[in-house]
């Protein structure tokens, strides 16, 4: 049987990764994959995450099976994140959560739910977007379709474009935005723009799917949702996907989030059911460490706060990087300017 297989060409960023590492340089720098480090060229551990672990070891729960949606408190907090500590659909039952397998489980969870439950049958992505967005969705069986994203002239966001692009999905469509932090052009469409989108997502009954891979690293925890909450203002049903690697530090507990916002709790009941069939064909339930972990950060006042100064650290030592290497390029006599790395936000520039 196996004897017909043929050899499947590398991922372009893992394989770049491991060119890197075979690379005997010893001053190499890896600028392909998003994994946040510090001065010393390592991925820390958050002081917060460690006293959560802490707590996590010294409780010792059962390793019984988690439900097939996650820990009810962990669905909680993602949506506290997402929608804000005052928005009633948090606990109202309008808001599921599925913890998925990081934010790549997420999306894949979406895509299926999409295709297979709501009846989607194309996305629009961004040109250029992450790299494996569209083979996701394609396995998962959506029709993928670029709409335009970035100038490269100005180095910024073609939003006429953008929207001349998006305008051709309707009902039965999905379209993919990125919350923050665009990946991977660094390049976020400004708060106006934001609600010229979610009116165009109003209008034309296409459904929002948010990656939303990045919270705090653009302008704050609470800034970054701020398009998600502008389209739950609307009453605009949508799809979000967290993922709570980069700012926890929880790289490989693959800890992330899919999270359907509807108008009413009928719907949204209903959509819970349908998720928990999707999941359980898919992976069954999740995995427990890693979000016992978020649990014991964002349910601890205490462990909050000093989180969320840690994610105020990170964010501004990548906009300390992003400065310094614009600054070294010009003492290096580079005549190009290279000033808007300075402007785009997160962990890429494009």
Same mark, same amino acid.
């Given at each position: 049987?196996? $004897?017909?297989?043929?050899?499947?060409? #590398? =991922? #372009?960023?893992? &394989? @770049?990764t491991d060119q890197f590492k075979k690379d005997p340089n010893p001053n190499?720098?890896?600028?392909?994959?998003?994994?946040?480090q510090g001065e010393d060229g390592k991925t820390a551990t958050l002081a917060?995450?460690?006293?959560? $672990?802490?707590l996590v070891l010294e409780q010792a729960a059962p390793k019984t099976y988690l439900p097939i949606e996650g820990s009810p408190d962990y669905g909680k907090h993602v949506r506290t994140l997402? @929608?804000?500590?005052?928005?009633?659909?948090?606990?109202? &039952?309008?808001?599921?959560?599925?913890?998925t397998p990081g934010g790549t489980g997420a999306l894949r969870v979406a895509g299926d739910l999409a295709r297979t439950k709501v009846g989607i049958k194309r996305i629009f992505v961004s040109? *250029?977007?992450?790299?494996? /967005?569209?083979?996701?969705?394609?396995?998962?069986? @959506? $029709?993928v379709v670029t709409y335009p994203y970035y100038d490269a002239a100005t180095h910024g966001l073609a939003f006429d474009k953008m929207l001349a692009g998006i305008a051709?999905?309707?009902?039965? =469509?999905?379209? @993919?935005? /990125?919350?923050?932090? /665009?990946? *991977?052009?660094?390049?976020? *469409?400004?708060?106006?723009?934001?609600?010229?989108?979610?009116?165009?997502?109003?209008?034309?009954?296409?459904?929002p799917l948010f990656d939303f891979?990045?919270? &705090?690293?653009?302008e704050g925890i609470e800034a970054d949702a701020a398009p998600v909450r502008e389209f739950a203002a609307r009453d605009i049903e949508m799809i979000v996907c967290s993922s709570f690697s980069k700012n926890f530090g929880l790289y490989n507990e693959r800890v992330g989030a899919v999270s359907l916002i509807a108008n009413d709790l009928d719907a949204a009941t209903k959509a819970l059911s349908q998720l928990r069939v999707t999941v359980r064909s898919n992976y069954s339930n999740p995995s427990a460490y890693g979000a016992a972990v978020v649990n014991a950060v964002l349910g601890n006042p205490e462990l909050n706060a000093q989180w969320r100064n840690e994610v105020d650290a990170m964010r501004a030592r990548i906009a300390k990087m992003r400065t310094l290497f614009v600054e070294g390029l010009k003492a290096k006599g580079v005549k190009q300017d290279f000033s808007f790395i300075v402007h785009q936000k997160g962990m890429f520039s494009f």
């Open positions: 049987m196996f $004897e017909t297989l043929q050899l499947a060409p #590398p =991922d #372009p960023i893992l &394989g @770049l190499k720098i890896n600028l392909g994959v998003g994994v946040y917060s995450v460690r006293r959560a $672990e802490a997402l @929608l804000g500590a005052q928005d009633v659909r948090v606990s109202d &039952g309008r808001a599921i959560t599925a913890q040109d *250029p977007t992450w790299a494996n /967005h569209q083979a996701i969705f394609q396995a998962a069986g @959506l $029709e051709q999905a309707g009902k039965g =469509d999905a379209v @993919l935005l /990125h919350t923050c932090c /665009h990946n *991977p052009s660094g390049v976020d *469409p400004s708060t106006a723009q934001w609600e010229v989108i979610a009116q165009a997502a109003k209008e034309q009954g296409f459904l891979a990045y919270q &705090g690293f653009g």
